[in-house]
């Protein structure tokens, strides 16, 4: 992603803003982990329903006490450390496709938390390409 404006300084000029997808996932990983999830009070919210980390904890539990994983999700994922808040890995690894799909059939009330993270996946599918015809790009179809 790249943004740009007018350089003040110079208003014949341009300060371009180039985003970098790694941090961007950390980051957006990171916030979601705040949303609603222990002392927290902020909420991320969409279509006037929150997108909670809890739902990702409940269901990483739900796994563990299962013999059938239905992600790669482990205690690294959800409970949050100053070092692995820092691993991208464990970030995208959150953020993926596996996570919302199971999340999408979890039922009404993390519907908005699964199409966040489905969101979020296409997103960093997209951000870590090489070029416009790299073959399975998903950028085309990221629907806001």
């Given at each position: 992603?790249?943004?740009?404006?007018?350089?003040?300084?110079?208003?014949?000029?341009?300060?371009?803003?180039?985003?970098?997808?790694?941090?961007?996932?950390?980051?957006?990983?990171?916030?979601?982990?705040?949303?609603?999830?222990?002392?927290?009070?902020?909420?991320?919210?969409?279509?006037?329903?929150?997108?909670?980390?809890?739902?990702?904890?409940?269901?990483?539990?739900?796994?563990?006490?299962?013999?059938?994983?239905?992600?790669?999700?482990?205690?690294?994922?959800?409970?949050?450390?100053?070092?692995?808040?820092?691993?991208?890995?464990?970030?995208?690894?959150?953020?993926?496709?596996?996570?919302?799909?199971?999340?999408?059939?979890?039922?009404?009330?993390?519907?908005?938390?699964?199409?966040f993270i489905l969101l979020m996946d296409r997103f960093f599918d997209c951000m870590?390409?090489?070029?416009?015809?790299?073959?399975?790009?998903?950028?085309?179809?990221?629907?806001?």
């Open positions: 992603m790249c943004y740009k404006t007018t350089n003040i300084f110079s208003p014949d000029r341009f300060l371009y803003f180039i985003s970098d997808a790694p941090h961007l996932i950390k980051t957006v990983r990171n916030n979601l982990a705040k949303s609603g999830f222990g002392n927290n009070t902020k909420y991320l919210w969409n279509n006037g329903k929150h997108i909670l980390w809890k739902h990702v904890v409940q269901l990483y539990n739900h796994d563990a006490e299962s013999e059938l994983r239905r992600t790669r999700l482990t205690g690294d994922h959800v409970y949050l450390t100053p070092h692995t808040a820092m691993n991208v890995k464990l970030a995208a690894q959150v953020l993926s496709y596996s996570v919302g799909s199971v999340l999408s059939h979890e039922g009404e009330d993390k519907q908005e938390t699964a199409k870590n390409t090489r070029s416009l015809t790299e073959e399975n790009q998903t950028c085309c179809h990221i629907k806001v």
